[in-house]
């Protein structure tokens, strides 16, 4: 399998991220894709390369342009409020929640922050942008792969995507990479895309992005979010709205899920997007599912990769592999290629 990686990712390097009233240092670091590069290498899973360049419009089909032109900016907007903020990465601290206007666009750099996003967690540095559009690459590459013919094709890039919605960031997301992917299949003509999300959190972003849509199938497997981040969505009674209901599935699991019923959730989903007559998948392919992950919750071993790629294999899918979380930097290459190793066999 081939595999496009982000040659950019280090340029996007937050330093802080806020946690219960302090600033601690970030979990979603550069070492998480070195590590999954190394560990793809030594063993020979297949070509590595850099991404190509795709023009904005690949990007624009799935976010706003007002996002999208925000991001571009507002690292240089930020130094202009005061060049001491060069030194320090851009958070939002205020947002337009219930009762707000989010239709006028702030002129106030702090304000449009908090309209583009939804947590203080996600910090925008100097490279975000840089390092966000070659992801999004990384992705059109992968999926135009799977287009012409390959039987699959893994996007390596940090920072990570099935947060970020339309128009907003979070959860250390800001281009919606696998929600990229998949509108790129549809838009080579591939009429029926699904996409399996196996991050640890559930992928709100996307789910949002395909919600009244008909033509790609979402499916999800996560932690809770009546206790697990991103708290707001992910519940099994999302279904989907309008030309998509039926084409949203959640299966969340409690804190504390081990292998055997997170498998038992997977095959589900698996199920629904076979009766849902996907013609291709996009695997959001995150790996806090870890039981060492520092920040999740549930118990699966570095072998049970494994056995995760062989089940996605199983659907007979052409399938684009989006990388996504995974926080146990140690663990992380071992557990990440484990899925495409056993998808290979
Ligand atoms: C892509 C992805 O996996 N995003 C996850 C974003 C999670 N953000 C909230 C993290 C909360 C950190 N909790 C720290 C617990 C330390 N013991
Ligand atoms: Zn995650």
Known sequence: MKTFYNAHHALH???????????????????????????????????????????ERAITRVHAQRYVDFLKTAWDEWVALDPANAQRDALPSVWPVRTFRSDVVPDNFAARMGLYSYDAGSPLTSGTWVASREGACCALAAAREVQHGARSAFALSRPPGHHAGADFFGGYCFLNNAAIAAQSLRDAGVSRVAVLDIDYHHGNGTQAIFYGRGDVFFASVHGDPRTEYPFFLGHADERGEGAGAGCNLNLPLPRGTGFASWREAMSQALRAISAFGADALVVSLGVDTFAGDPISGFGLQSADYLRVGEDIAAAGLPTVFVFEGGYAVEEIGTNAVNVLDGFRQ
């Open 13 to 55: 390097q937050g330093k802080m991220e806020m946690f219960r009233g302090e600033l601690v240092p970030c979990f979603e670091v550069p070492a998480r894709q070195d590590h999954v590069l190394d560990v793809l290498k030594a063993r020979g899973l297949g070509a590595i390369e850099a991404a190509p360049d795709f023009p």
